[in-house]
């Protein structure tokens, strides 16, 4: 069973602009997160959702961040325009309805803002 | 909000040796679990205790809790070079599935 990808697995962009950055969960995972780890601080939780539906959004920094889920499948998280303090690790979770604590994590992708 | 938060230690330790680390947060939780990251990799899920559990094994991984005082530990036995990652707990507040992640503990086992 494949596992949690995420793409892509380093962007670095100049401030100002857009990246877009994508979570394709594990097959049949209904909840799919995402969290970042910004330099030197924990990794905190960013939104939920629950097949296309937001969930929780309450720890979504900014209007400057939008996650999409159309269909259910795959998210994505575009940050538009990206500032200096967006620098960090952006990562991925989905899980199973009936077990959602327990979360199965992307490798991340390493956002980097010049 | 609530938030796992380890102790803020590095710990470096010889091979074959065992390792132990410790996670506190401050409210009630459905379960806490424990992350390994290893260098430029992503969360791999270690193991979950949930809050009616009290210790709980998976291979060379002891995990405890103690909702008392609102704690855990990760005992890892035997380490190997391989377990040199960053270990990090998580805790959920009660009744959503956001996770609280502490600052993690960097574990270098040395061959």
């Known amino acids: 069973e494949a596992g949690v990808t995420q793409f892509p697995s380093h962007s670095v962009i100049e401030k100002g602009q857009t990246v877009t950055l994508r979570c394709d969960p594990i097959?049949?995972?209904?909840?799919l997160y995402w969290y970042r780890r910004v330099m030197g601080k924990e990794i905190k939780f960013l939104l939920h959702?629950?097949?296309?539906?937001?969930?929780?959004e309450s720890g979504m920094p900014n209007n400057r961040f939008l996650a999409e889920r159309t269909g259910g499948t795959y998210s994505t998280l575009k940050v538009q325009p990206a500032e200096l303090e967006d620098s960090g690790v952006y990562f991925c979770?989905?899980?199973?309805?009936?077990?959602?604590?327990?979360?199965?994590f992307g490798p991340g992708t390493r956002l980097t803002v010049t | 909000s609530q938030q796992g938060e380890e102790d803020p230690q590095a710990l470096s330790i010889q091979e074959g040796e065992n390792a132990t680390m410790n996670c506190s947060y401050k409210?009630?939780?459905?379960?806490l679990q424990w992350y390994r990251q290893n260098s430029g990799r992503g969360l791999v899920h270690l193991i979950l205790?949930?809050?009616?559990?009290r210790e709980k094994h998976s291979g060379r991984l002891r995990v405890t809790l103690d909702t008392s005082k609102k704690s855990s530990s990760l005992l890892i036995t035997a380490s190997r070079a391989a377990d040199t990652a960053s270990y990090f707990c998580?805790?959920?507040?009660?009744?959503?599935?956001?996770?609280?992640f502490g600052k993690g503990n960097q574990v270098v086992v040395i061959p």
């Open positions: 979770a989905s899980s199973y309805s009936g077990r959602a604590n327990e979360q199965y």
């Open positions: 097959s049949g995972h209904d909840n």
């Open positions: 959702f629950v097949k296309e539906s937001k969930q929780d």
């Open positions: 409210t009630s939780i459905n379960n």
């Open positions: 205790i949930r809050s009616n559990e």
């Open positions: 998580a805790t959920d507040d009660y009744g959503n599935n956001r996770l609280a």
